[in-house]
């Protein structure tokens, strides 16, 4: 059955209706709490046709408010009874019931209903399906064993609604202390959800909240003692760079030189230098010599910072300096003696890599002594407040202004999934920081920075905006119809990694109806964990 969900309109008599940007993302929510309810309730029930009206008493009227909040029907249908009948429909009925409301139709309609507030009610309705040879009584009794379940659901969502509405107030209010330019102090001197956590744990000089995080680093305080090179593995942007300098601080090396090379924009030549060092007259511009990175950081550390981007001919020469401890440099017929660890990183699967002859399986061996995988901002979701804290406090140092966000404001930095990491949420955090007039930065802001970056695009690591063209990567198809399905899959994704799963976001920014996104995700078998 094809189905087609009726805009909802009643959050304005929830007291919910989005005022400019601030209330959107309370109504997408809402929307979607409505859609799974009534696709629950239909699937679970075999019904047709579930509908959800919000009725109100009007003060000012002796006919109260009804809007339908949402419906699901057969396309080419209209639902079965209309908003402006169903109160006198029900007139003098106790709920739950069935009931034939339409002499023109056989079809029997199932109410049921529950007190809203102090002023208002949410009504359930739908066709009751059965068999023809059921008669009302049976019908009756199908209702009155599920009606509990039902009442529960209904329960649940109305306590959404109240949830939702008390955040969307807060939200307006902050919106009105904002534009009004009015600070509330207490708000400001009151404890960060950083200050009131009491998982925090000091490791090897990192605070964290996270179990994940908490084991990774007392992986490093117990492998910091011996001489093994690291591999740090982990995605752009979750401080593979920062950790590596904790784990140097954290070892025997501690009071030894600490050299970084970042490996992925180097040229062959250039690199050969940076690592091994030349001599006067090597090459044009080289007027003195000059030691390399392991003959500077000899007795510490050297970070290789995303090594598999190490050209071929240099890793073979790398390999060379951790076999036999010694370096030559260029120009030079000397070998210089040189001990240091070495901490390597990288974004890539390494293993497959070599697979595939673009980097050494011995040099792999030599640097992976231990490996430590660095989980993503989505895996450590509870160490989010406590980088923004410390992000906030280096600001505050720099630019002598103390400034926080407000509630809503770190609901919607907490709920964001970051897929730039710990960098993007920086980013964030400055930006806001410095556009944001006042001390205190609403949820408003954190919207504006999100959307400058998306800017309606689709972003992800397999898109390029070249010159206002839009250049994808999908795996490799056979057949018209296979390339076309993964296209078709890889937007999808896409989208949903970049709203965060907002469907109603997606629906919106790829003009697609909302049913269409949903037939498409159940086609293409995506599910939340690939773009949560």
């Not at 429909?89 to 199932?110: H, M, N, R, W, Y």
């Not at 609403?442 to 972003?459: G, I, M, T, W, Y």
Request: charged content about 25%.
């Amino acid at each position: 059955m094809a189905l087609m969900n009726e805009t909802t309109k009643g959050f304005g008599l929830l007291g919910i209706q989005a005022r400019g940007d601030t209330g959107e993302g309370r109504t997408v929510q809402i929307e979607e709490s409505i859609q799974q309810f009534l696709e629950t309730v239909s699937s679970d029930f075999s019904v047709n046709f579930p509908a959800l009206y919000l009725v109100i008493d009007n003060p000012s009227s002796s006919e109260p408010s009804i809007e339908i909040l949402g419906s699901i029907k057969e396309s080419g249908h209209s639902p079965l009874i209309e908003k402006n009948e169903i109160l006198k429909a029900i007139e003098g009925e106790k709920l739950p019931l069935i009931k034939q409301f339409s002499s023109s139709s056989d079809s029997k309609v199932f109410v049921h209903g529950i007190k809203f507030g102090g002023d208002g009610s949410l009504l359930f309705c739908c066709e009751a399906l059965g068999d023809s040879e059921k008669d009302s009584l049976g019908l009756q009794e199908l209702f009155e064993k599920k009606s509990g379940t039902l009442l529960d659901r209904l329960l649940i969502l109305q306590q959404e609604f109240l949830i939702e509405s008390l955040k969307a107030k807060l939200e307006t209010a902050e919106e009105v202390l904002f534009e009004s330019n009015i600070e509330i102090e207490d708000a400001l001197d009151s404890q960060s959800p950083s200050e009131v956590d009491s998982r925090q744990e000091n490791i090897a000089g990192i605070t964290t909240s996270s179990p994940v995080m908490k084991r990774l680093l007392q992986q490093m305080i117990r492998v910091s003692s011996s001489h093994l090179n690291i591999l740090l593995k982990g995605e752009t942007g979750t401080g593979k760079a920062f950790l590596a300098r904790a784990f140097h601080e954290s070892s025997p090396q501690s009071g030894q030189p600490f050299e970084t090379l970042g490996c992925g924009s180097l040229s062959t030549t250039l690199a050969e230098g940076e690592l091994f060092g030349w001599k006067k007259g090597a090459f044009s511009g080289a007027e003195e010599d000059r030691a390399g990175i392991f003959e500077r950081s000899s007795g510490g550390t050297v970070f290789l910072d995303e090594v598999g981007e190490l050209p071929l001919e240099i890793q073979k020469k790398l390999l060379r300096v951790l076999q036999e401890g010694v370096v030559r440099p260029v120009g030079g017929t000397e070998l210089v003696p040189v001990d240091c660890r070495i901490i390597a990183s990288t974004c890539e699967d390494l293993p497959t890599t070599v697979l595939k002859g673009s980097f050494r399986e011995d040099l792999f061996y030599r640097l992976s002594g231990f490996n430590l995988e660095i989980p993503p901002l989505r895996e450590r979701k509870e160490d989010v407040s406590l980088l923004v804290a410390s992000f906030l406090a280096e600001l505050e140092e720099e630019h002598g202004f103390s400034k926080r966000f407000s509630n809503s404001a770190w609901e919607e930095l907490n709920s964001c999934t970051w897929p730039g990491n710990i960098q993007q949420l920086k980013n964030v955090v400055q930006q806001t920081y410095l556009t944001c007039e006042r001390r205190m930065i609403p949820r408003k802001k954190v919207l504006e920075v999100f959307e400058s970056a998306q800017a309606d695009k689709l972003l992800g690591d397999n898109f390029e905006d070249n010159s206002g063209e839009l250049v994808m990567r999908v795996p490799r198809a056979e057949g018209f119809n296979e390339i076309v399905s993964e296209v078709e899959r890889l937007v999808i994704l896409t989208a949903m990694k970049q709203h965060r799963g907002n469907k109603s976001r997606v629906t919106k920014q790829l003009k697609i109806p909302r049913q269409t996104l949903y037939n498409k995700i159940e086609r293409f078998k995506i599910i939340e964990a690939e773009y949560q």
